[in-house]
């Protein structure tokens, strides 16, 4: 009874789970839950977390403290006016704050009022968010992009395999006049021979067909935990739009950061002021009388740091400026890299569209002369080769037209990613 109310409870469940993918956007929904996703968010609220950490820096810091002092001879407690020094050496009756063992417990409080790396290294840290974050919507448009480009290659071995499909069912077809034409004598059994090589080519394509879709299914079954059996139809519903290069901006940012990371390195060999103030509640036994003794302290001040020999930190300052000039370049190669690549895709983009409206022109004409072969062949006045050849060119040729449509798909989210475009705005 028990095991039959968990089948009950759990049959809603198994249900949604066999449920096959239906839409583009039930990829793309569970990409946003890939560990590559998640590690991208991570990466951003560390660079916001070290944003908040050097904020930090510019606020006041206080420290508690309880010290023990022991001296050999007797100290003083705190710091004592000559006039007040005398007052109590005139009357021995009063404590002295003077002591060999003195307990103080109190609060030191330092804060910056100019310390200009800082501010510098703030601006630094607020790049480098900056840069996280780009860099966490280019990895997701990257992986978007490979999703739709891992369907349509599916969709390109799906619609080749039922061209195959349909290439075999044409062949048996002329298979089944070949057997007779053979056992009545009216044709060589070469004839048999050829037409069933064919066969075994096609089944041998249809099963390599079969290894690479099972390959696409596991990688996109990689990206989203979804593990498909065809591919889901898609729709083009808008177009990418140039513009600035999205794609740059994340290294961008970076360069702004290292930049500013070198800034302020060398601005660290400039004078810096910070206030410091500190009060102490001490503790003791007057030497004199042995009373017991307590009093408070306190001071504020200002103190300028001036460097004047730092060796450590001009080796610093020449690693960072380094490792900005390094970015910059990278910068720089990225940029010709997708100038160029862009300037190719759109290029592409544009012959595409010709190029699968002719392959569907094509294969409609080479349908039809596969047709009339069949038929020459059938009256005679064709060669089993020739005829077969006919067959080859229409397989070719529609291999070409799924090929290209799949090459479109690919080439318009390349296009997207590269110009930071929202792909679920233009693929559904």
Do not use: C
Request: charged content about 20%; cysteine-free; proline content about 4%.
């Amino acid at each position: 009874m028990i095991k039959k109310m968990m089948i009950f409870l759990l049959f809603p469940l198994m249900l949604h789970a066999q449920q096959p993918v239906q839409h583009i956007s039930q990829l793309f929904d569970s990409l946003k839950t890939h560990p590559q996703t998640k590690a991208d968010e991570i990466t951003m609220q560390q660079a916001k977390a070290a944003r908040t950490q050097v904020y930090s820096k510019l606020l006041p810091t206080i420290d508690g403290f309880g010290r023990y002092d022991y001296a050999s001879n007797p100290s003083p407690m705190l710091p004592l006016p000559l006039n007040d020094l005398f007052a109590l050496k005139a009357d021995p009756s009063k404590p002295q704050p003077y002591s060999q063992n003195i307990y103080r417990v109190g609060a030191v409080v330092s804060m910056p009022i100019f310390v200009m790396s800082l501010y510098t290294t703030a601006a630094m840290a607020s790049k480098m968010y900056q840069s996280a974050k780009a860099k966490a919507q280019i990895d997701l448009l990257k992986n978007e992009a490979m999703l739709v480009s891992l369907n349509a290659n599916l969709q390109y071995i799906e619609s080749l395999q039922q061209a195959l499909d349909g290439k075999k069912n044409s062949l048996l077809k002329t298979k089944e006049f070949v057997v007779i034409e053979v056992n009545n004598g009216r044709a060589p059994g070469a004839a048999l021979l050829q037409i069933n090589n064919a066969l075994d080519d096609v089944s041998v394509m249809i099963n390599d067909l079969e290894v690479q879709k099972q390959e696409v299914i596991a990688t996109i079954a990689s990206y989203t935990g979804i593990t498909m059996t065809k591919p889901v139809p898609m729709e083009q519903v808008g177009n990418y739009q140039t513009g600035d290069m999205k794609a740059l901006e994340p290294l961008t940012k970076k360069m702004q950061a290292d930049k500013l990371a070198f800034r302020a390195e060398w601005q660290k060999l400039l004078p810096s002021i910070v206030a410091q103030g500190s009060y102490s509640d001490n503790f003791a036994r007057a030497y004199n009388n042995n009373q017991s003794i307590h009093n408070d302290y306190t001071t504020v001040g200002v103190v300028v740091k001036v460097p004047i020999l730092e060796a450590d930190q001009y080796a610093q300052i020449r690693r960072s400026h380094l490792e900005a000039k390094a970015t910059e370049n990278q910068l720089d190669q990225l940029r010709l890299d997708l100038t160029a690549q862009a300037a190719q895709l759109q290029k592409d983009w544009m012959l595409l569209d010709g190029s699968v409206q002719l392959y569907t022109h094509s294969v409609k004409d080479k349908q039809e002369l596969v047709a009339i072969a069949r038929k020459s062949y059938e009256m005679d006045q064709m060669s089993m080769t020739d005829y077969l050849k006919y067959e080859d060119d229409l397989t070719l040729e529609q291999a070409n037209l799924f090929k290209s449509e799949a090459k479109r798909w690919q080439t318009l989210v390349q296009l997207a990613v590269i110009y930071g475009n929202n792909i679920e705005e233009i693929v559904k």
